[in-house]
């Protein structure tokens, strides 16, 4: 056992003393993901983005990640170890990542770090996040038109603004198109535990949806509803493996051409805090290929959406709209500003059920 | 608010399919506590199952060989953990926790080209009219045979532990081992066997989760039911059927929860999801204030190390 002892020691040591070896001439950045790169959701396209500034820079940059990182104290930790160990980058992808990110960059002035999906910056620390409710818009779209049992199931996971936000923009999407849809929302506390995901997918299904929406990051929503013959969109990544029939569409979120650009930038030492927020005209959000099962009118009316987005002559929140307590949000023609979207804690009429607190 | 559209006969088929990974795995776990070893790697042993359960089903079509695999798969790693614990008296605790993380990787590792694979489905229990009764007939007799075995293995441990001689020799070994080798029996012997057993069934229930309830492969997709079976075994006081309570107790809460959101009902979602943690907290409080009560029911040397010179 004391053998054992020295010798795990000494294999630390050597593999310690080797990263520093390496911390000198390259650019060390670090990565931190909520769940494992194998979600082949959320945090796989993180990982995506990942290899392909490895690809972009080749030796010039070594990229460390850990993923499956709790949200809280546990993150802090893993966060303040790639600092020490000599990271001068450190993307963290999770919304719960946001104060320990701020903690830890307080501690490491010159080390920078860049958010996904927050809202709490620095001046080394950066926020990004994509417009997903332009993409919510689409695919909110396509439910509209093609659920028969006027019901859409909903698989939420944390209630704060960017779910809430993803929430209503496909309800009134959905709605435009069809003015009896119906959403059914469950959330579910978690963004990747494919059981549970599972069970809330049987749960909506059990309850008359016909088509399933998922802001969790597994696919098992979709393999379910692949099972029970039902309809679903990718989230995060394409998933058509996981649903060859079930899967209309998807939302793919595409993070390499941000992440390469701040890699450079801190190479070249002209990084900068601030705050990005992408869209589909961006290319961060893109819309993953039609399924044959949707109708062509229905395709050629989707299209027409994401380009009208992507052209800023459509918004996802365009007036009238209303609070769902009835109360006016949006003017006929006002579109949403940033600010409020970006803490947007209300669903909007005609969603039932209320926003768990 | 309209509580008719819940079906309480697909709520209660849910519910069993939600509970059984860590009906299975608990199930396990406690037979090995009661030899008094505290394996703490159940995590690790079903994700590990899980894998070796999706591999053989997809490969060979029969999800029965793809159980059979992933017991096989997950003792085979449980012996490592016996190993290390058993014959170079390494610390419980952290062998345990090693072996989650080591099962968990090894588990991605052998994934990784089976991710988006549809494994065979499962054959459900078809009787005969007994299937077809209103009510009773989807609730009773129409389950995949997994659920029917998990309870089954359930009354056979209870069986085992409470009226063999064979199981009077386990709790004697996890009750007092210096005593037991005194008697002439192999403490190292049985406490490998019962940590292999805890392994085997930790692996049925991950295969359970990959083969029948997601049925998918995705990384890390036990997602800590491991930890809840452990949580369970304390739950249940180390009494077999008990197990059963706490399982679908546990499994009971999270659907009825989802449900009742999925109807529209105005629930406060995180304090039901909070409570099976917080009955089982309640319950380790109340054992741990009656001092006698909890000698008898918890392994006298649960976690200790067992070496014959002693």
Known sequence: ?357 | MDFSSISIVSLLATLMVAATPILLAAIGELVTEKSGVLNLGVEGMMIFGAICGFIAAVETGSPLIGFIAAAAGAAALSLLFAILTQYLLANQVASGLALTLFGLGLAALLGHKYTGIKPPSSPKLDLPILSDLPVIGPILFNHDYMIYFSILLVAVVWYFLKFTRKGLVLRAVGENHDAAHALGYKVIRIRVLAIMFGGACAGMGGAYLSLIRVPQWTEGMTAGAGWIALAIVVFASWKPWRIILGAYLFGGVTILQLNLQAVGVDIPVSYLSMAPYLVTIIVLVIMSADRKRASLNAPASLGRIFHASN
């Open chain 1, 1 to 357: 056992m004391k053998l054992l002892k020295t010798l795990m020691a000494g294999a630390a040591l050597v593999v310690g003393l080797g990263g520093m070896a390496h911390a000198q001439d390259k650019t060390k950045i670090g990565f931190v993901y909520v769940g494992p790169v194998g979600d082949f959701g959320w945090s796989y396209e993180h990982d995506q983005g990942r290899k392909a500034v490895e690809d972009a820079f080749g030796d010039k940059v070594e990229t460390t990640f850990v993923e499956s990182v709790p949200e809280g104290a546990d993150s802090e930790r893993v966060m303040t170890q790639m600092a020490l160990s000599g990271a001068k980058l450190i993307f963290t992808t999770s919304f719960g990542y946001m104060d320990p990110t701020i903690n830890v960059a307080k501690k490491f002035p010159n080390v920078k770090f860049e958010h996904a999906t927050g809202y709490k910056q620095a001046d080394n620390v950066s926020t990004y996040s994509a417009r997903f409710y332009e993409g919510r818009s689409v695919i909110g779209h396509i439910a509209g038109n093609m659920t028969e049992s006027n019901t859409i199931g909903y698989i939420a996971s944390f209630p704060i603004p960017e779910v809430i936000r993803g929430i209503n923009a496909s309800y009134l999407a959905a709605k435009a198109v069809n003015p009896d849809v119906k959403m059914k929302i469950v959330w579910v506390y978690t963004w990747f535990d494919p059981g549970k995901e599972a069970d809330a997918a049987t749960a909506l299904i059990e309850q008359g949806a016909d088509i399933i929406m998922q802001h969790t990051d597994s696919p098992a929503a979709m393999t379910i509803a692949e099972e029970k013959g039902i309809l679903a969109f990718g989230q995060a990544s394409d998933m058509k493996q996981f649903g060859p029939n079930a899967r209309l569409s998807s939302i793919i979120d595409n993070w390499a051409p941000y992440y390469i650009e701040r890699t450079q930038a801190v190479i070249d030492g002209t990084w900068k805090s601030g705050n990005t927020w992408a869209g589909i005209k961006d290319g961060m959000v893109e819309i993953g290929e039609f399924s044959d099962k949707i109708p062509a009118d229905v395709k050629a009316s989707a299209t027409a959406l994401k380009d009208g987005i992507a052209a800023g002559t459509i918004h996802s929140f365009t007036g009238p709209i209303n609070k769902q307590d009835g109360s006016p949000w949006l003017a006929e023609g006002e579109t949403a500003d940033d600010g409020t979207l970006a803490t947007m804690n209300f669903y909007v009429e005609g969603i039932e059920g209320e926003i768990p607190q």
